[in-house]
Every structure is written in structure tokens, then in C-alpha cells.
């Protein structure tokens, strides 16, 4: 296997909403043989709130220089974390000035573009790969899937590591598992409406709604994401959602690594599938 | 009735000075972005498009006072699709930079919660180096409601299914009430003080 | 040695038929088992492309090699050393004519894996398939489609191909008319940018609009999305100034042309570069020539464009090649020949042709076959072969080994395919009018189903037996070809033209009305490639004057036009002069003159090519506003091209001036297209409006559709883009010379309605068009068409004698619609429309109803041209011996 090592980005929800999603990642590298380091003192890569680009770069310079001291690479599950790592990356490495410049500010912000930053999701499939994978799946999902990507895995071009509109890698990897995908297409990169949660709900609550009554009537178990801010507003909020919009919903909201993890036969607790909103118990029954 | 000698020939140079905003004069009007815009479902008025149109023609101020910039979810949509490469995310980024400084100089009035949240969201991370859920809910509430109280209210409305919700899972214990914070503060500050907004 | 030409698309065979109709000798590479290229894919133009192939396949001086790719080429021009799949050729000079790649990294949003969303190449397939099935089917689930989107630019005007692929908004407007024609009920929605079409395309959209319903909407569509059992496409309904939603059946997504993937390679063994978007390199004074001298191109190897202009230029290489290598081979038709007499006994051939398919598939041909045997002096009957080539041979082996001296030919039509036909039975030694031919595949296989199909080809073969029965030999006349040329107009199309002319070695006048050559680029500054205009003028006007074969007549016109195809007379009258001319072959190169537009006046209002002349000193002024395509008369080519350069001209001489173009339509096409995108990073301002903008007390007000709102300039100087009108003398040259005219420009022989293969001929054979009197158009396709012209002219002026013709056209009363296309383009009056009794029912040949319709009817005057039989949209006239129709007059109605 080529990867054995790589710098961990947990990003900001990892100990808190999306606890589940870092105790699963951290769960299937072990199992897969991958070392995580942690980014030691990471500091927030700026999510969607922090809109100055060249803010974001300085930023992450410091997060991707810590890396590069490793000599590692940084994998993230989160899919703004990545985005905003590895934009910052292909800028510094492009442009010398914007080094200099970010490296005035601060030495620790010396970041020399010899470094990549990855997506969990680009690394199990491309990096792994499914064969390697295969090779330790221990357990069937029997589950019908909507596999949701949202916006960062495959847009904007630059960073995105799949398709814009119609993205599989993590279809690939369901199907790996042994898990069926539900019609999905359009859904599959449709913002959730995440980023207006706090200033304009009833437009995000109407936009997750889409997703989860599209993936409800499609007659999926379960959507598999692999984005915290995703997760919030699917899972987290999804009993709001319920209650702002008259309705009953009651779609199990899972990462892709806790999916993985349990076809790696994990321990359902170590992969943190008690910490998701909805429950989760009928998705354990299937997997056999 | 637009008068063209009364608008802002140069507001286009202004964002195009703006990170993000370089590639405004690329767009050719095509409607790539509005259409595959998730929003226009929901605000019938928004219309990429047709704010890059009017900051060409430079209507400076209808542009900046324009609710709809900031519904926008920097998806990236329009950003993957658009044929000119006019990075129409970050530059709807770059307008309202440029709106909320006018606004932070009395000059306009904007009519959304959202930089009000930025903002905090920031100052968490200048603060803290990470998020800090419960700063940035304490500063966002009060400040969108007008009063501390009115805030704790409205932040209570929001927060209290979904923080109990929280709670049981475990995700919202007490060291949640605490802010994580970066060892190395002092570089955050630095950054803030050399990139942030002014 | 010979002529190399590379790929055997339009271009291509183009081409190679010009080089090896005047004796030259070919050697035609094609990657693919079959020629056609592209065109072989398209619906309509595989009809047209047909009898080229045939004739090429059948082409002593060709020498076809197909599933061959060029390996290696050595030496230098005149002395090339080629190695083809293995094989060594020697070859004077190459022609490049690769064609061009569909794109085909389609997004997924369009359709996200619906079978529904297919590209234009498929629908081309579809639409095919449409016309022996009558119906038009969705691909995934065989309904009928009723709703039809068209979506333009995919894969044009982006980051993935920066350019405008030029063809793609005609071909839509074609596939569209297709459609209506054939399903009138159809509901069509065209999603589009700009409308990028001229002349005939122009109008044709027009027609579309207003007359046929389509729907033309302005929006760049990203996404198609499958909703319930339907394809949802959003849009901007932009005089609501609010998103809307159509659903359709069926989306088309008009995929833009790239440079052919085989270039790359291409380039590598030739040396010639390609340019920055990966085509040849070309240049706009020089549009045929590459870098490596001898090695010529043409086509969509040089830039997206269509059918016309891509021949248009084939020809022009073609000569350009010629010009370079030795005649080497015998001119096909200029051997002497001698006919087998036809004594009193009759020896009939009959030969039926499946057509590939689009006969036998309608007619039981082994029964035809069967019935035709029992006719009398029928001593052969061969129903077995299926395509031109086999039936060709086959009917030369007839006359040859089995002494036939009659034939009867049942297949194609014969509008196309009579020459190759009377040629090939000429060959084998029989008098080319002692066949005779049924059109069975339109007339018979098109019109009825199976059953009926074969008891009506039945009849229509009893009927040509007993017509060919009546055949008798005509004598033909020959007479001798001047080889001379008269160019008429000496602008830069006339000038390259008499060059190209005399450069092949032939004697060329030029006739100028003005007293100086150079016409309208005299009043042109700099060219939008930044050439200075009387640069390229002095250059030309030098090598006029220094060719001892070209001969100019200035203040001087042509009077009393006399003769045909090889042989003319003219007289020239002019200052001191009044002599008569005799010359084998007319080039018209009249051009084309701008008019200032009516309803903007004011010291402050000039137009583009002033603005454009006021660039070379200074513009003063702070605000500029420039106003597009208005006026009557016609939208050059040239005209937002003019616009765009002289905006950004304007803007680089100084930044902070204020350009507002408000436009329709930003026809920048092909390479152009980055001009438009360099002008708008520049700053200029584009607006949008659909009715004419005012300028009144020195505010231009116009409602710009994109904003919705009414947008008001106060400039310091108007510019306005001036409409182009035809030369004043195009209609008295037009009837001396029987070339009809349209709108006042010069008309072109079509090959059928829509299509155009011989964009520089005329219906009168000898004469040629190029230029802007054709179209005007942008220098280099003015360079292209002019020396295509040329290279036309000398493809008659190097044949020794010509024929006489005697034929005339005649309607078939039964399809003829009487829609008077044929009264308008016949350019001698010959066809009226009458009110006629004829047959609307038949069963096979029987008339069962008659009623009185409006039809057709040819008068004493035809000249034979065949205009009215190429533009016929129903196929109804066809060009017939006279004799033939004198037996149709006796024997139709005998039998
Ligand atoms: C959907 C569609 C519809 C269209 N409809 C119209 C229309 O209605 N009217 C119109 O005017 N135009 C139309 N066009 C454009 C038209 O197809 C082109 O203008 C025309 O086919 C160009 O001819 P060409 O000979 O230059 O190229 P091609 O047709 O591409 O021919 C090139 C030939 O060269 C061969 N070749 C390539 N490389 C090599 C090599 N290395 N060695 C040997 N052979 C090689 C290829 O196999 C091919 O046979 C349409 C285009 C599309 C995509
Ligand atoms: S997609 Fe790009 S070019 Fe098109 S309107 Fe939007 S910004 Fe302009
Ligand atoms: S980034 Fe904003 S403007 Fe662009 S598609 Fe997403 S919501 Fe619309
Ligand atoms: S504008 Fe250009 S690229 Fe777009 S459809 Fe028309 S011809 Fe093709
Ligand atoms: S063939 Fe005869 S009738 Fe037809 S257009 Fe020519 S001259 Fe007229």
C-alpha cells in the first residue's frame, strides 16, 4: 500500500457536533494500517464565514507548513477543511509573492508548497484504492444509499476531485460495501443549505429537505456524506426541519468512514454511530 | 431608468482590486450562473448575473445595498460552470467586502444577519485560532437582535431542541462551553491584524 | 509526380476533384475505411456529398488510399517524398485537410445520463433515420417526441475551448428547419448566446421564428434535469426579467467543433505549426498557406467552420497546389471518344441498385427484377448490385462484354448523379444518351410503403423500357476553350483572384469601373489583425502590375456578354478603350459597399470604419457609444469584428475612456471570439437591446433586455456599425451574365436547399462569384473564395474543348408543391406558375383523383442551368434532354 502515513486535519467540529465523523476516521485509518498524526496545534482552516482568499491562505500556510515539517501529506474528512487547504496550497505553490508575503507575517507561515491536501474520501478510493480495500472489507452493508458529496468534494475544478454534477467516488466505495445506491443524481451535489443556517433558515431548512425527501422516496436507508457542516444541517438539525416544515422525515445521516468502518467490522460505538442524531439502529441491523 | 453618467465608472476597477473580484469584466452575460444557482428556487430576485451587469455598468450603490449578496451559499456552483472563468463565489466574496466596509462606515444599510456572523465567526478565530461555538452565538444573538437580551431570547428560540438534541448525543457537554484554543495565539493575532478586514 | 491531399472530408474530396478534374494527379489519404468525414454523418449533406465520392472512387487521375495515415514527409516543396502507411509517394505539394473533432467532455448536468439529451452528431443520425421511418422517436422509451430543446454552445465559447465553433448556430438553424419540415407540429426551443449566422442563415432563423414557431431564447443553459418522465430545462425569461421552466421530450446539445486530434501528429511529421487553439496556422492575408512552403490547408484544419467555407478553401489549396506541380494525367471527358453504332436490333440493359439500403429495403427488387425479364428487347437484368461503384461497373461490363446498347438505370436520382451515369456509359463506348433512368429511391422507395413500392417500381420500369426503346443518339458538339479569364472588380478578391489565374498560366483581364484598383479596403486603416490595409493593397496592386499575363482595364466596364462556359465575349468599354474580349471563364468580384444608417445624425455620429481611421491619430472623446446592426442592407461577416477591435483599440489608447456597445447580437465567430473577450477584460460595456436605440438631444437611450430597464448614454461620439449593400451594378451584371441575385448579392449554384458545396460557382456554368459580392466577409475568406474562384476558373480553362448541353429542365407535376422557389431563381424567367388539373390520388401510375393545384411550368426559355432543380425544396424539377422530354410528352400517356 502506498500510504502509511499522513498528517490528520481534524477541523473544527471534530470534538464537538461531528465527533462521530473524527472517532470513525481516526477508527478506519488504524484499521486500514495508515498512521495519523495529528497537524499539531491546527488552527481553523476559516470554513465558508472567512470570505477574504487571501485570509484563508494565510491561515492554512500555517496549517500546511506544520505538515510539510512532517514531510506528510494532510488528510481531512471535512469537505470545507479540505477545500480551503487545498486551495491555500495550489496558490502558495503558484505564487511566490503570496509565499513572501504570507511568510511576512509570521515564519511559522513558511509553507514551500511540497505537500498535498486530501479529502478522506480521495484517499480511500484514489490513493488506497478499492482493490486494497476489498482485500479487508469484512462485512456486507445490505443498505440502499443515497450517497450525498455536497459542495466541496468536486467543485470548484481546481480542487475538486470528481465530477461536478455527477460525482461516484463515494458510490464506488458503497458499492464496495456491498450497498445498493439509490437514484440520487441530481442531489448528489446540491448544496444542503448549510451556510445560511444561521442568517436565512428557512432557506436551508428548504434545501435540506430537498435532499433528505429525495433520498426518503428514492427508499434509501440511509445518506452517506462525508461533510460535518453536511451533517449538521442533515442530521443535526434534521428534527427542526421536521417541526419548521410540518413533516416527518426520519432518515439515518452517516459518514462515509463510519460506513466504511463497519464494513471493516468495527464496533458500531467505536465508530461513534451512538452520537448520530437519528438513530442509527436499523442501519446496524443490515449489516451482515 | 438607469443614467449611465450618474453610476460609478470605476466601481468595476474597485472589485476587480478586491481579492476575488479580479475577473468581473470576463463575464459575457450568458446566465450560466443564475440558472444552475441553487437560490433562485427560493429568492426569485436573485440574479448573479445581473448584479456582475450592474457592477459593470457601475450602479455602485444599488449593488452594495442589494439584500441578495448575501444569500448566497458559495456553493461553487456557478464557479464550476461559468464558461468565462469569472469565479462568480468569489467574487460575490470580493462585493460584499466591499459592501460591508461601506456599511461599517455608515454609508449603506444592509439588510442581512450574515456579516454580522461573519464577523464573529472571525473573531472567534482571531480570538481562539478555532471555533468557539458559544463566542460566536454570543456575539452573532445580541448583535442581529439589537440588545443583549432580545439576542439570548432569539439564540434560546434557536438552540434549545437543538442543543438538548446535542447534549444527549454527548456533542455538547461542558467542555463545549469552553473555547478550544491555537497554543500559538499570538500568530493568529498577526494574521488577523495583516489579512483580516480592517 | 502529384498532389498529396490528407484526409477525405468535404475538404478533401473538394479538393482532390479540382486537382484531378484539370489533370493533375492525386493522391488521396483518408484515416477511415470510407471517405465523407464529417458531412458523411450529417443528415442532409450525405445526400450532396454522395455523388463526389462517386465520382472520386471512379476517378482515373485519383488514387484513393483509404485506411492510410500519413507516416513521414521529406524534401521541400516540388519535390516531396510521403511515406502513406507504408507506402512512398512523391508528391510536388500537400494539402492538409484533417477536418476537425467533435467535443466530448459533455457535463453531466446536462441530463445527468438521460438517453434523452443527445448531442447534434446523434440527432444528425436520428433525424436520418426519421426519414425512412416518418417518425422521430425518444431514445428511451420509442414515444414520439413532440418537445424539442436545442442547446447551443456546448463546448464552444468556454475554458475547455475559448472559441466560437462558427457552424454550430447555422447547423442548429438547418437541424431545426429539418425538423419543421418534417414535423411541422413540432414544438422547438432553440437556448442560445448570440445568434451567429449570416446571409441565407439569417434569413433562415427568421423563418424559423416568425414562420415556423421556434421558440429562440436567450440563455446559456447549464443543466437539463430529468423530472418525471420529462427533461426540465430553467431559463431566463428575460422580458419578464424572471427564471422560467421548459419541459421537453428530447434535448440536442449543439456540440462545438475542436481541432482533429490527429493535428497534433499531423504537425509533428510535417513541421507545420499549429496555432494557440490548435489548429493550423494560418494568417488573415495568407488563410491557406502554412509555414512550411508546399504544404497547404484547408478546411476545419484552419479554423471551425462549415461546409461552404471549408471548400471554399479546398478549392483555393487546391490551385494554390497546383500551381506548384506539373500536369501529368489526361482530363477525364477530353478523350476522344467513338460510340458503338446502334444498329435496328435492341439490346436493353436494365440495371436496379439497392441504393445501400434505401431501395431494397422498400422494393422487392428480385421480383422487379423477375417482372422486367418478360419485357420485350430487355436482354439483361441485374438487380443485385447495391451501391454507384458496383452498378457503374457493372453496367460498363454490359455494354462492353455484352454488347448492350440501351441502358435503363433504376436508383438514385438523377439530378446528382446523371453526369457520372452519361459519363461512365460514354467510357464504355455508348452514346451517353441512350440511357435512361428511374428515380426510384425518391419517387418510389421515399414515397411508398413495401407493398405498393414494388407494384409502383414495377410500372416506373415498364415505363423506361418503353421510353428507352424511343432512345436515340444525339450527336454532340464540341467547341474549342479559350483560355483566357475576365475578372470583373478589382478589389482584393479580383486581384488575388486574376493572380491565382495567371499564376496557373493563363491570360487574365481585369475589369475595374474606378480608376485606381483596391476597392472597398481602400477605405479601411488597419486590418483587425493590426496589418495596415494599404499594405496588403500595395502588395497585391504590385504583383498585378508585374504580371506580364494580367492585362487591367481601370475606368472601364463590360458590356454585351455573350457565350457560355468556355467560350465568352464581352466588350469592354471605358476611357479610350472599346474592345471586344473573348476569355473561357468570368470571375465577379464587384464587392460590396457600406451605407450610412438613417435616423442618427449629428456631427458627433460617424461610423466604424471612420472611427477606425480616427484610431490611427486621436480620439477625444470621454464616453463613446456604439451602436450595432442597424439600417437596411446586410451584416457583413466583418461588422462585430470591426467592432470589438476598434472598442478595444479605443481602450488601449486610453484606458479611462467609457465604451458602451449596445448590440443584438455579438457575432464574433470562430477565433474572433477572443477579441470580444479582450475588449469586455478591458472594460468596455456591452448592453443588450432588441428594439433600435434612439439618439436624440445627445442622449442614446435603449432598453437593454439583460437588465430589463431602459439605460441612457450621454456620449461625445456615436459610432455607429454601417449595414453593407451590394454593388450598384450587380443587377445589370447579373442579367448579362444569367447569375441570379439575392438581396441584390450574387447567388451560388446549391446543391440542394440549405447546403453548399459549390460555394464560388454559379448556375451559369464558366461564371464564378467571390468575395463580397457574395457575402462580405472578412479578408482572409475573401482571399479563401477568391482563389477558390480561381481555382475553379482553371479547372474549365484547362480543358481543350466543352460540349454542348441540351437539356432543359422539366416538373414532375405529381411533387411539385407550388411553392415558386424555381420562378424566383431562375435567372432568365423561364418558369411560371399555373393553375393545372392534375393527379392528387394515384394507385401506381393511375391517377384515381385529379384537382386543380398550382404547379410549375417550364417555358421555351430554360437554359438548362439546373437552378431550379438544386433549389427545389421538393425535389420536383429535374434536368432532362430534350429529346427525354419529348418522349416523356408522347409516352406517358401512351403506355
Ligand atoms: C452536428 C453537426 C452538424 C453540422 N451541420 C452542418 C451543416 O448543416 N452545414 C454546414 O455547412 N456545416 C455543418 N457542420 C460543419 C461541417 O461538418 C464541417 O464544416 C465540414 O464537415 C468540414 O469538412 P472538413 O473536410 O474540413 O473536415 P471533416 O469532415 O472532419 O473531414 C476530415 C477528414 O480527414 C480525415 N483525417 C483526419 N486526420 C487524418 C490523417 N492524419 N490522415 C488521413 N486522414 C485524416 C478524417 O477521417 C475525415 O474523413 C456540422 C457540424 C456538426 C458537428
Ligand atoms: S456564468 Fe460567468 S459569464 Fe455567464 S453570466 Fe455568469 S459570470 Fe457571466
Ligand atoms: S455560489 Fe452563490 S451564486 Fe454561486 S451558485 Fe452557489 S449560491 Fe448561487
Ligand atoms: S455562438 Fe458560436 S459556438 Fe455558440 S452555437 Fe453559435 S456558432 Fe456555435
Ligand atoms: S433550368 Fe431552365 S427553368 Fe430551371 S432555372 Fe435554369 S433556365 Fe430556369
Known amino acids: 500500500m502506498s500510504v502509511t502515513k499522513l498528517a490528520y486535519y481534524p477541523g473544527c467540529p471534530s470534538d464537538a457536533t461531528a465527533m462521530e465523523q473524527d472517532m470513525s476516521t481516526k477508527a478506519v485509518f488504524e484499521k486500514l494500517g495508515v498512521e495519523l498524526v495529528e497537524v499539531e496545534d491546527w488552527n481553523c482552516c476559516g470554513a465558508a464565514e472567512v470570505e477574504d482568499p487571501e485570509l484563508v491562505y494565510a491561515l492554512n500556510a500555517r496549517n500546511l507548513a506544520i505538515a510539510e515539517k512532517e514531510g506528510l501529506d494532510i488528510v481531512t474528512p471535512c469537505s470545507i477543511c479540505y477545500y480551503n487547504l487545498e486551495r491555500s496550497n495550489q496558490a502558495l505553490k503558484a505564487d511566490e509573492g503570496l509565499r513572501a508575503k504570507v511568510k511576512g507575517i509570521d515564519s511559522s507561515l513558511d509553507y514551500n508548497g511540497k505537500i498535498k491536501a486530501k479529502h478522506v474520501l480521495d484517499v480511500f478510493v484514489n490513493d488506497i484504492g478499492l ?56 442531489m448528489k451535489t446540491l448544496c444542503c443549505g448549510g451556510p445560511l443556517m444561521m442568517t436565512r433558515s428557512d432557506i436551508a431548512f428548504d434545501m435540506a429537505m430537498k435532499i433528505l425527501d429525495t433520498a426518503k422516496s428514492a427508499g434509501a436507508d440511509c445518506i452517506a456524506l462525508a461533510c460535518p457542516l453536511c451533517g449538521m444541517m442533515l442530521d443535526g438539525k434534521q428534527a427542526d426541519i421536521e417541526k419548521a416544515l410540518h413533516v416527518e422525515i426520519d432518515m439515518p445521516v452517516v459518514y462515509i468512514t463510519q460506513l466504511l468502518g463497519l464494513a471493516l467490522g468495527i464496533d458500531a460505538n467505536e465508530l461513534g454511530l451512538n452520537k448520530n442524531v437519528v438513530d442509527t439502529k436499523d442501519i446496524l441491523g443490515k449489516v451482515v | 431608468m438607469i443614467k ?55 450602479m455602485r450603490k444599488e449593488v452594495l445595498s442589494n439584500p441578495d449578496l448575501w444569500v448566497c451559499l458559495i456553493c461553487q456552483t456557478c464557479t464550476a460552470r461559468c464558461p468565462q472563468d469569472v469565479r462568480i463565489s468569489d467574487l460575490l466574496g470580493a462585493i460584499r467586502r466591499i459592501a460591508d466596509k461601506e456599511a461599517e462606515a455608515g454609508k449603506i444599510k444592509i439588510e442581512s444577519s450574515r456579516p454580522i456572523f461573519d464577523k464573529a465567526f472571525q473573531h472567534q478565530l482571531a480570538k481562539y485560532g478555532r471555533l468557539y461555538d458559544m463566542g460566536l452565538a454570543k456575539e452573532y444573538y445580541p448583535k442581529r437582535e439589537g440588545s443583549f437580551f432580545k439576542g439570548m431570547m432569539a439564540m434560546m428560540n434557536d438552540y434549545k431542541d437543538f442543543g438538548m438534541r446535542m447534549f444527549k448525543k454527548g456533542k455538547m457537554g461542558p467542555k463545549a462551553m469552553f473555547p478550544e484554543k491555537v497554543k500559538d495565539l499570538a500568530v493568529m493575532k498577526k494574521i488577523f491584524e495583516e489579512m483580516g478586514e480592517k | 509526380m502529384g498532389i498529396a491531399v490528407i484526409g477525405g472530408g468535404a475538404a478533401g474530396i473538394t479538393a482532390a476533384l479540382d486537382l484531378a478534374n484539370s489533370g493533375y494527379k492525386v493522391y488521396l489519404v483518408e484515416k477511415n475505411a470510407e471517405l465523407g468525414g464529417k458531412m458523411a454523418e450529417l443528415a442532409e449533406c450525405k445526400v450532396g456529398l454522395s455523388p463526389k465520392i462517386v465520382e472520386i472512387e471512379n476517378h482515373p487521375n485519383i488514387e484513393l488510399m483509404l485506411s492510410s495515415e500519413l507516416e513521414s514527409l521529406s524534401g521541400s516543396a516540388g519535390n516531396f517524398t510521403l511515406k502513406v502507411s507504408g507506402t512512398k509517394v512523391e508528391a510536388e505539394s500537400v494539402i492538409l485537410a484533417p477536418g476537425y473533432d467533435v467535443f466530448d467532455n459533455i457535463a453531466k448536468s446536462y441530463g445527468f445520463g438521460s438517453p434523452d439529451v443527445v448531442t447534434s452528431l446523434d440527432f444528425e443520425g436520428m433525424l436520418r433515420a426519421s426519414t425512412a421511418s416518418g417518425e422521430l422517436l425518444r431514445p428511451s422509451d420509442n414515444k414520439p417526441v413532440k418537445k424539442i430543446g436545442f442547446i447551443k454552445c456546448v463546448g464552444s465559447r468556454c475554458q475547455e475551448n475559448e472559441i466560437c465553433s462558427t457552424a454550430c448556430c447555422a447547423y442548429t438553424a438547418k437541424e431545426v428547419w429539418v425538423l419543421k419540415e418534417r ?70 446539445l449543439a456540440v462545438g467543433l475542436l481541432p482533429s486530434k490527429t493535428l497534433g501528429r499531423l504537425s509533428e511529421i510535417t513541421g507545420v505549426k499549429t496555432d494557440e487553439y490548435g489548429y493550423v496556422e494560418t494568417s488573415i492575408t495568407s488563410p491557406l498557406e502554412t509555414n512550411v512552403p508546399g504544404v497547404f490547408a484547408c478546411g476545419t484544419a484552419t479554423a471551425p467552420m462549415k461546409v461552404r467555407e471549408s471548400v471554399a478553401q479546398a478549392s483555393g489549396a487546391a490551385l494554390k497546389a497546383a500551381i506548384l506541380a506539373q500536369r ?101 463506348g455508348l452514346n451517353p444518351y441512350l440511357l435512361e433512368f428511374v428515380n426510384l429511391r425518391e419517387q418510389c422507395a421515399w414515397v411508398h410503403d413495401k407493398a405498393e413500392a414494388t407494384v409502383v417500381a414495377g410500372d416506373m420500369l415498364r415505363m423506361a423500357v418503353g421510353r428507352a426503346r424511343y432512345l436515340e443518339a444525339i450527336q454532340i458538339e464540341q467547341y474549342p476553350v479559350i483560355p483566357k479569364a475576365l475578372v470583373i472588380g478589382g478589389g482584393v478578391s479580383g486581384m488575388n483572384a486574376a493572380l491565382g489565374i495567371a499564376d496557373a498560366g493563363y491570360d487574365v483581364y481585369i475589369v475595374e469601373k474606378e480608376s485606381e484598383l483596391g476597392g472597398g479596403l481602400r477605405e479601411t486603416g488597419e486590418l483587425q489583425s493590426g496589418e495596415k490595409a494599404s499594405d496588403i493593397l500595395k502588395d497585391l496592386a504590385d504583383k498585378v502590375a508585374k504580371n506580364k499575363q494580367i492585362t487591367v482595364y481601370k475606368n472601364a466596364k463590360e458590356e454585351n456578354v455573350s457565350g457560355r462556359a468556355g467560350s465568352f465575349k464581352a466588350n469592354i468599354v471605358g476611357d479610350g478603350v472599346n474592345e471586344e474580349l473573348e476569355f473561357g471563364a468570368c470571375v465577379i468580384a464587384t464587392g460590396a459597399k457600406e451605407v450610412a444608417p438613417e435616423g442618427y445624425s449629428g456631427n458627433d455620429v460617424i461610423t466604424q470604419a471612420e472611427f477606425g481611421k480616427m484610431l490611427g491619430g486621436t480620439v477625444s472623446a470621454n464616453t463613446i457609444a456604439m451602436i450595432q446592426d442597424v439600417g437596411v442592407g446586410v451584416d457583413a461577416k466583418y461588422s462585430s469584428i470591426e467592432l470589438v477591435a476598434n472598442a478595444l483599440k479605443a481602450k488601449e489608447k486610453n484606458h479611462n475612456v467609457n465604451i458602451f456597445v449596445l448590440y443584438k447580437d455579438i457575432k464574433t465567430y470562430g477565433k474572433w471570439e477572443v477579441l470580444y473577450k479582450e475588449a469586455r477584460e478591458k472594460g468596455v460595456i456591452f448592453l443588450r437591446y432588441e428594439t433600435a436605440p ?148 394515384t394507385f401506381g401510375v393511375a391517377t384515381v383523383v385529379s384537382a386543380m393545384k398550382k404547379v410549375a411550368k417550364v417555358g421555351d426559355g430554360c437554359i438548362g442551368c439546373g437552378s431550379c432543380a438544386s433549389y427545389c425544396p421538393s425535389s420536383a424539377m429535374s434536368l432532362k434532354h430534350f429529346r427525354d422530354r419529348q418522349l416523356y410528352a408522347q409516352l406517358d400517356y401512351a403506355l
Open chain 3, 694 to 841: 434612439k439618439y436624440e438631444g445627445g442622449i442614446v437611450s435603449a432598453f437593454d433586455v439583460i437588465l430589463n430597464d431602459d439605460v441612457q448614454i450621454k456620449p461625445d461620439l456615436v459610432v455607429l456599425s454601417t449595414p453593407t449593400v451590394p454593388a450598384e451594378d450587380n443587377e445589370r451584371l447579373s442579367k448579362m451574365f444569367k447569375v441570379p441575385l439575392k438581396k441584390g448579392f450574387f447567388m451560388e449554384a446549391q446543391e440542394r436547399p440549405k447546403m453548399v458545396l459549390t460555394p464560388v460557382d454559379t448556375v451559369n456554368e464558366g461564371v464564378f462569384i467571390c468575395g463580397s459580392a457574395v457575402y462580405p466577409a472578412m479578408i482572409d475568406e475573401c482571399m479563401a473564395m477568391s482563389t477558390a474562384a480561381a481555382s475553379r476558373a482553371c479547372v474549365l480553362l484547362a480543358k481543350n474543348f466543352m460540349e454542348t448541353p441540351a437539356v432543359s429542365s422539366v416538373v414532375d407535376e405529381l411533387i411539385c408543391v407550388g411553392c415558386g422557389v424555381c420562378v424566383d431563381v431562375c435567372p432568365v424567367e423561364a418558369i411560371e406558375l399555373t393553375e393545372e388539373l392534375v393527379p392528387v390520388v
Open chain 3, 183 to 252: 414535423f411541422p407540429k413540432m414544438d422547438v426551443s432553440v437556448f442560445y448566446m448570440d445568434i451567429r449566422v449570416f446571409g441565407k442563415d439569417e434569413e433562415l432563423v427568421a423563418e424559423l421564428k416568425d414562420k415556423y414557431g421556434v421558440k429562440y431564447i436567450r440563455s446559456r443553459v447549464p443543466e437539463v434535469i430529468p423530472e418525471r418522465g420529462s427533461l426540465k430545462v430553467k431559463y431566463e425569461d428575460l422580458k419578464k426579467g424572471a427564471i422560467a421552466n421548459l419541459d421537453f421530450d428530447l434535448i440536442v
Open chain 3, 328 to 428: 501529368t494525367e489526361p482530363i477525364p471527358g477530353q478523350e476522344e471518344r467513338k460510340y458503338i453504332e446502334v444498329g435496328d436490333e435492341q439490346k436493353i440493359g436494365v440495371f436496379i441498385c439497392g441504393c445501400e439500403g434505401e431501395v431494397s429495403d422498400s422494393v422487392d427488387i428480385p421480383a422487379v427484377v423477375e417482372q422486367v425479364k418478360q419485357l420485350r428487347d430487355v436482354v439483361l437484368v441485374n438487380g443485385d448490385t447495391n451501391t454507384t461503384k458496383e452498378v457503374l461497373e457493372a453496367i460498363e461490363s454490359g455494354i462492353v462484354d455484352q454488347g448492350l446498347n440501351k441502358i435503363v438505370f433504376a436508383g438514385y436520382t438523377p439530378r446528382e448523379y446523371e453526369t457520372i451515369f452519361r459519363d461512365s456509359v460514354a467510357k464504355a
Open chain 2, 4 to 58: 449611465t453618467w450618474e453610476l460609478d465608472p470605476n466601481f468595476k476597477e474597485e472589485i476587480m482590486n478586491e481579492r476575488g473580484g479580479e475577473h468581473l469584466t470576463a463575464c459575457f452575460q450568458c446566465s450560466t450562473c443564475t440558472l444552475g444557482c441553487p437560490i433562485i428556487d427560493y429568492v426569485p430576485t436573485y440574479n448573479p448575473r445581473k448584479i456582475i451587469q450592474m457592477s459593470l455598468l457601475g
Open chain 1, 131 to 186: 482493490e486494497e480495500l476489498s482485500s479487508k472489507i469484512s462485512k456486507k452493508l445490505n443498505l440502499k444509499i443515497a450517497p450525498y458529496y455536497g459542495c466541496y468534494i468536486s467543485r470548484p475544478p481546481e480542487t475538486g476531485f470528481d465530477d461536478p454534477d455527477d460525482p461516484d467516488t463515494m458510490d464506488k466505495l458503497i458499492e464496495l460495501m456491498g450497498g445498493e445506491i439509490v437514484p440520487f443524481s441530481q
